[in-house]
């Protein structure tokens, strides 16, 4: 949830971290603070607010310069967002300062522990915990080289929950340290230099070469022995080295308002980009990763989806695709509620987690827990090398680029194809599907990059429009098949980026309870199935948008190109694509994603990092 970041190598460390921060704060902005040592001390700053806030205290009081430092930026869990529980949090003794991304979940046991021994706490964080338990092992430590690993070894085996801690030591002035539990930590290799980062994105303008470090691992960053791995007992590992395939310029704003924009204007590449290189020498279908046999794909009878978030809602269109396609029945489950409802689980059964970042907490203990039940788990994520990939038994990664803005869009649409391409694996493998149908399928999978940028090329109206309903209380959302979760992912951008009331609903639902909500004016956005195919659905939707607009709805019809039998109910008329039914959500949502954004802006709110919200939820 929160941004680490740390450094050791020849250049200023507190420009190299607060370079870091400043990609990362997407993770969180309660608060910001760094760390650095200098003058045989630590030397902290940190502000309540947003990096901002921490950028202007240092320019007024500047730290002193060091080549090694910490820092964080903040999404509040334990206390609130305010100057005192900001981190770095600095023990009693004033020497170790460490920085923390999860949740201690025993912290009340060893706060009381450490206030038998005299100790008084400066903040209400579980944090704080750490950073005095770590003084205390480094002192019960042998002397010499690899003192404070050993005494994150020892801290780390006591705490439970998820956790990344990053620390440093007054005494060992050369030297950085760091452990992981069920939260997301990298390395970044340079010439001569070290970075560790919440991810990549924390130190890509220095260098692409990067280091996984495992479940329950320990590494060590010393300036001159450099840098070692260990499993909390103290057994040396290798880490896994990986090359990252974008660079600094890519999570840049190139030009726009919003680092949202930017990523609005991505999707065509992003699509294209989840689709490329998927044909295999045979000319089938193909996975990034598979630990899986042919036979295991054809022996599952049941799929489970399950995601949270705007990734549910490309599960829920997963739904329509899978079942369609390989006729096995398919559940969707928020991830939070899966394993603790006991779902039947086994061999046969397909377990779909998906995750933009690979390190959503919630999906996490998902994947586990249905590996635990003998489940297959196949991973959808957009970041190579992080946790879910990593414990699942096969891998789709869609290739949509670093995705800095809180609220997704063009992850979305490439999850929505990673899912049609999952559909198309399965289908393939089982016999369900010949050849020729796949790649017929795939051609039109293929054609939709350029149905996106003519959508983008259209949507001076529908900003416009956003302008326009910007003082609106509430916008319902409608649509059936997979308009349905489009409508949802619809009122979620809503409530996430203007803080407005919006509801998604299924259109054959509304008379059974969401019609009472319609008022004079109230604003109502429609899905409109295609009325080629499917021409009884698309009949039933247009007599929904007569039923609100009966009863004084402002009606805000998104149509593919020549429907007009939605011209005379409609309010406003968006204008997309012709799409196969199937692949429809792919077009129908960008206009979603431009109105949710323009309202949110014409309100003067900062749309990259919404309040209350964090890019990625790493605790449960």
């Not at 022996?299 to 997963?318: E, R």
């Not at 699942?392 to 063009?410: F, N």
């Not at 089982?430 to 259209?458: H, M, S």
């Not at 402002?554 to 008329?573: F, S």
Request: with cysteine; charged share 25%; net charge negative.
């Amino acid at each position: 949830m929160c941004g680490i970041v740390g450094y050791v190598g020849p250049q200023n460390a507190l420009d190299v971290v607060l370079g870091g921060l400043r990609r990362l704060e997407y993770r969180g902005y309660d608060s910001a603070g760094v760390a650095v040592l200098a003058d045989g001390g630590q030397a902290t700053a940190k502000k309540a607010g947003k990096l901002a806030n921490l950028e202007k205290a240092l320019a007024d009081s500047p730290l002193p310069e060091s080549t090694i430092g910490i820092g964080h930026t903040r999404w509040a869990t334990h206390g609130g967002p305010t100057d005192r529980n900001a981190h770095p949090h600095v023990s009693a003794d004033g020497k170790v300062a460490v920085v923390h991304n999860g949740i201690i979940e025993n912290f009340a046991a060893l706060r009381s522990e450490c206030e038998a021994t005299g100790i008084e706490f400066a903040s209400e964080t579980d944090t704080e915990v750490a950073g005095h338990l770590l003084a205390a092992a480094y002192e019960a430590a042998p002397a010499g080289p690899g003192r404070l690993a050993e005494a994150m070894r020892a801290v780390s085996s006591r705490l439970e929950g998820a956790f990344t801690l990053v620390a440093s030591h007054a005494d060992e002035p050369d030297t950085l340290v760091a452990s992981r539990r069920n939260s997301p930590l990298v390395v970044g290799v340079g010439d001569g230099e070290y970075f560790l980062g919440s991810d990549v994105a924390a130190f890509i303008s220095h260098t692409r070469e990067a280091r996984e470090l495992g479940q329950d691992q320990v590494v060590e960053i010393d300036r001159h022995r450099g840098l070692t791995v260990t499993d909390f007992a103290g057994t040396v590992v290798e880490p896994a080295a990986y090359t990252v395939d974008w660079d600094a310029e890519a999570a840049e704003k190139g030009g726009h308002e919003w680092f949202m924009l930017k990523e609005i204007a991505e999707q065509p590449q992003a699509v294209a980009d989840t689709l490329l290189g998927r044909l295999g020498e045979d000319g089938g279908l193909v996975l990034d990763e598979v630990r899986l046999t042919d036979q295991d794909l054809r022996d599952i009878d049941k799929v489970f989806v399950v995601s949270c978030g705007t990734s549910f809602h490309a599960g829920l269109i997963a739904k329509y695709a899978i079942e369609h396609w390989t006729r096995i029945p398919v559940e969707v489950e928020v991830a939070s509620e899966f394993r603790y409802r006991d779902p039947v689980l086994d061999r046969s059964t397909l377990v779909v987690v998906i995750s933009q970042s690979g390190e959503t907490m919630d999906t996490l203990m998902a994947l586990r827990h249905a590996k635990d039940q003998k489940a297959r788990v196949l991973a959808i994520c957009n970041v190579n090398g992080s946790t879910i990939p990593r414990e699942s038994d096969a891998v789709l990664y869609t290739h949509a680029g670093p995705e800095i803005a809180v609220a997704s869009t063009k992850s979305f649409l490439a999850q929505i194809v990673a899912c049609y391409l999952v559909g198309l694996i399965l289908a393939q493998v089982r016999g369900v599907k010949y050849a020729d149908e796949v790649a017929a399928i795939v051609a039109e999978l293929q054609k939709l990059p350029e149905a996106v940028a003519q959508v983008l090329t259209q949507m001076e109206p529908v900003r416009e429009l956003g302008r326009s309903l910007a003082d609106a209380d509430t916008i319902l959302f409608l649509g059936r098949h997979v308009g349905f979760p489009v409508a949802l992912e619809g009122a979620l951008k809503l409530k996430e980026l203007a803080y407005i009331h919006a509801e998604g609903f299924a259109a054959g639902e509304l008379k059974h309870g969401p019609i009472a909500v319609i008022d004079q004016g109230t604003p109502v956005v429609v899905i409109v199935p295609s009325p080629r195919g499917r021409s009884l659905l698309h009949g039933k939707v247009v007599s929904n948008i007569q039923e609100v607009r009966a009863r004084g709805a402002r009606t805000i019809v998104i149509a593919e190109d020549g429907d007009d039998d939605v011209v005379p109910y409609a309010d406003h008329l968006i204008r997309v694509p012709r799409t196969p039914t199937l692949l429809a959500p792919v077009v129908t949502t960008v206009p979603l994603q431009i109105l949710a954004c323009e309202i949110a802006d014409t309100r003067g709110f900062d749309v990259d990092q919404p309040r209350n919200l964090a890019k990625s939820v790493t605790v449960e």
